[in-house]
Structures are given as structure tokens and as C-alpha cells.
């Protein structure tokens, strides 16, 4: 696993992961830096998501996330931990209007942005990019359950699945987008009765996001589970405070640049003159 040993994780490491019934986390990312060290925790795969809109640029809704942004912050993900597998997220119209314009900015996220994947809030009516990314040697996580690219259209974000009916066309979108070459899958909000039919009726590693224990990986936003953002979704509850290390950490530095307490200065003149004039 990344951080713990030479090999990089790959698609194949996930596959064997799900096949031998070993769960994996995942987490966010969205800089090198937070990146080396979710690799050095030993965490196998990170996902650039589309909540940079939130997380990194402060506004209000993933939709927000602009294509070249999340193409950038994917290779500096990727170059902060080379060994893991990265997953770009593909934002708000960079794939829903058209399917060569799709495919394309797919390829982009694996050669720009070199990710291992790309993950695409999908449902069954998009089975035909999926094979056409497929047939382009493009690695696809399908995202399904609740879209947040569609909270517009929904009228906020909710959970999905909680009807008999609505539950069946979750597993059927599953199987379908599955049959259509999907490498993986990422179930968000759902009861935990859905998710349990998605990886009993699927044969690739299923990812949950508030989906219940089924899930062969579970994900979560870095920055709701060490307690940086002021509200968190019921599933990543803080379980660190590195709010409070941080504002500390400020605080000490404040004081220190007021008192003028910074230790003994670094840099002495070259020659012996202790004047600059």
C-alpha cells in the first residue's frame, strides 16, 4: 500500500483489495503537499474532487469547479504522491454536453493532470460516453446515488435510494454503467441496503460516500474529518482538530512577530563590514 512499501497502487491493487474483502480508505485532495503526507498515512487512493470549489476556492457549490483548475490541482496531487492512485473529478459541463468534448477532457485528466482515473456523476442514460471512454483506454469511476452537480435540479443536496423504486434504478444505473466498462463505482448518500445490492450485484470495487459498511472503500472530504470545516455531512464527523493546531499555531506566531521574539537571524554580511554603507 502507498507509504508503506516501493510499489505504486494501481487499479489491479484495488481490484485485489475488493476481491479479497480488504477494505480501503480514500480521501480528498487537492495539493502536493496534503498529498504526501495522505500517502505517507499509507492511504492507496485520493480523489481531486470537485469540492476544490469549496474547500480551495471558497464558494458555495461544486458546480463552481473550474475544468483547468482541477486539471492542475490532479498533477500536483499526483506529483505529491506519486505511488498513489489519484482519481481526477470531472466538474460541472466538462462531459455532459457532448461526448467527444467528454472523452477528450477525460484524456486530459490522464495526460495533464496524470491521473489514474476519472470519476463522472453519472447515472444509466450515460452508458454510451462510458463505453466510448472505455474504448479510448480511459479508466472511469461511475458516480452514482447523489449527484451534487445536480443539487440545482433537485433542490438541494439529499440522500438517494430511500424508496423501493428509486433504490432499483440506483442498482440497475450500478450494473449498467458496470456493463458499459466502468472500472469502478462511488455511491453516495444512500441507506446502506442500496450500496449492499450495488457490491453484491457488481464485480468492481464499489467506494462508498455515506453508503453504509458494504463498500469495499469508503471516502470522505480530508477536510470534514480533521475538523477544518465548520459543518461536516453526517458520515465525516471530525476526528482530528487540526483547526484548532492551526489557529494555536497563528496565534504563536503573532505573538512572537509583536514581541519581535524570531531567534538569532539567519544571514550575516559576506565581508567584515557591519554596515551596508
Partial sequence: MAGNDATPVTLRTLQRFAARSERFAC??????????????????LLLVGDTAAEMVLGLTGTIHAPLELLLMLTAAVKRGA????????MPFMSYQCDEAEGIRNAGRFLTEGT??????????TFTGLISQMNRAGIPVCAHVGSRPQRAKHDGGYRAAGRTKAEAARIVEDAMRLEDAGACLLLVEATPAE????????????????????????????????FGLTDWQPSFAKPIADIASAVQAAALRWKTMVAAAELGEHPYSMLDESSSVS
Fill in 27 to 44: 480521501l480528498t485532495a487537492y495539493d502536493a503537499t496534503t498529498a504526501r503526507h495522505l500517502e505517507r498515512a499509507g492511504i492507496p
Fill in 82 to 89: 506519486p505511488k498513489t492512485f489519484v482519481m481526477g473529478d
Fill in 115 to 124: 491521473a489514474d482515473a476519472v470519476k463522472l456523476e453519472v447515472d444509466g
Fill in 194 to 225: 442500496v450500496s449492499e445490492e450495488i457490491v453484491r450485484r457488481t464485480s468492481v470495487p464499489v467506494i462508498g460516500c455515506g453508503a453504509g459498511p458494504a463498500c469495499h472503500g469508503q471516502i470522505v472530504v480530508t477536510q470534514d474529518i
